[in-house]
């Protein structure tokens, strides 16, 4: 630990404001998932204030709201989809998956392929020295925009930073 940067210090403090204040929706989903899927298929309304308020929280804080980020065509695109395909209940059902596999926390040996990993500013608290802990880890791009969707975001960045590492793989 006295060898993070600042900067994994402060991703580090994120990481605890989110897991106090913004991972509820991951326990109840990982623990009661049919309750949120019945609420989300409940009422459109309802879907559609889940979908933004998640835009909002993980989208890059340089914006105000998060339509700015990605465009109010895609987050009523978005909520349509979850709404008329009732997908909350298959996504609440990853999270109770994986609160529930056993070997969600077992160790295991480090992995030797070689992994690229794209740190965009917002959501995103990758500390490279705990990630090469666990991974071979061959590319690491740090980014000063974007956040949890970066396809979204800036996808030109990403799409650049995918092209770069597997470049590199194949020469």
Known sequence: ???LTEADKQRLAAMKQFQDDGSAYMQLAGTRPNTIAQLLADSPAGQLAWITEKYKEWTDQAHQLPD???GRDTILTTASVYWLTSTARSVANYYYER????A???PT????VPTGVAVFPTADFAIRAFAEKAHNITRWTEFSSGGHFPALEEPGLLTSDIRAFFGALTH
């Not at 609160?99 to 056993?102: E, T, V, W």
């Not at 040996?109 to 030797?112: C, E, L, N, S």
């Open 1 to 3: 630990m006295a060898a």
């Open 68 to 70: 700015q980020a990605i």
């Open 99 to 102: 609160f529930h596999d056993p």
């Open 104 to 106: 969600m926390f077992a």
């Open 109 to 112: 040996p480090k992995g030797t």
